[in-house]
């Protein structure tokens, strides 16, 4: 069964500062890996997604990489701005099987 | 082109009451699937349905129940409203039921139980 943990749970950053999201998972039997954004009370925003057979992943400020054989994706946010603030979530995608989400990173990104 | 769509966007009920939420895909996805997020928590696998059959079923009771119509749009239904029922349901869809395609998701039905 595949487990998701997110570290840290909480972030708060200065505008400006480069951060990293971790994200592990237990099943590396995995197809993708996809970052998600979610805004308070919203749904969850696409950022990246990244295959099995790929390291990296990039969109604009925004870096995936992804290390399947020990079960861990990082999400690097480059000259990081207030409107950044959100929850991140990672979601390993192993075919047949549903998505399975970590609890997220909560970021808040101080002006 | 439309991303997912779902309604209601809120909704109030009472215990013991039932509520059906609405999704309709991306134009051109067959596949649906439906997620409950409660506060604090990363969303948790409800359904998911290709092509109007039911391909998964995630740790849910019977309650919980949902369909597929032909134009691929989807309803969940839960009956005997409890109030740990309340949280943000969520639709996704993607092309098809591949693991290889991205899910795409709607803003959510927020369910309020009293």
């Known amino acids: 069964k595949q487990e998701v943990t997110q570290i840290p749970a909480a972030l708060s950053v200065p505008e400006g500062e480069n951060l990293v999201l971790n994200c592990s998972f237990t099943?590396?039997?995995?197809?993708?890996l996809q970052w998600f954004r979610q805004d308070p009370g919203k749904g969850l925003t696409s950022l990246l997604l990244?295959?099995?057979?790929?390291r990296e992943q990039t969109s604009g400020r925004l870096n995936a990489s992804l290390d399947k054989s020990s079960g861990r994706s990082t999400l690097y946010i480059a000259a990081s701005q207030p409107g950044d603030s959100a929850t991140y979530l990672c979601?390993?995608?192993?075919?047949?099987?549903?998505?399975?989400f970590g609890k997220g990173t909560r970021l808040s990104v101080i002006a | 082109d439309a991303g997912v769509t779902q309604s209601p966007t809120h909704l109030i009920k009472t215990r013991g009451q039932q509520v059906t939420l609405r999704c309709s895909p991306i134009?051109?996805?067959?596949?649906v699937s439906w997620y409950q997020q409660v506060l604090g928590q990363g969303p948790q696998f409800i359904f998911q349905?290709?092509?109007?059959?039911?391909?998964g079923r995630g740790n849910f009771p019977d309650r919980f129940s949902a369909r597929q119509f032909p134009n691929y749009s989807s309803e969940l239904n839960v009956n005997a409203l409890l109030l740990g029922d309340s949280a943000l349901y969520l639709c996704?869809?993607?092309?098809?039921?591949?693991?290889?395609?991205?899910?795409?998701f709607g803003d959510g039905t927020r369910l309020s139980i009293l």
């Open positions: 990244i295959q099995s057979s790929q």
């Open positions: 134009s051109g996805h067959k596949s």
């Open positions: 996704a869809s993607s092309s098809h039921g591949g693991g290889n395609q991205p899910q795409h």
């Open positions: 349905y290709y092509e109007k059959e039911e391909r």
């Open positions: 979601a390993p995608n192993s075919g047949n099987t549903p998505l399975v």
């Open positions: 099943d590396s039997a995995i197809y993708n």
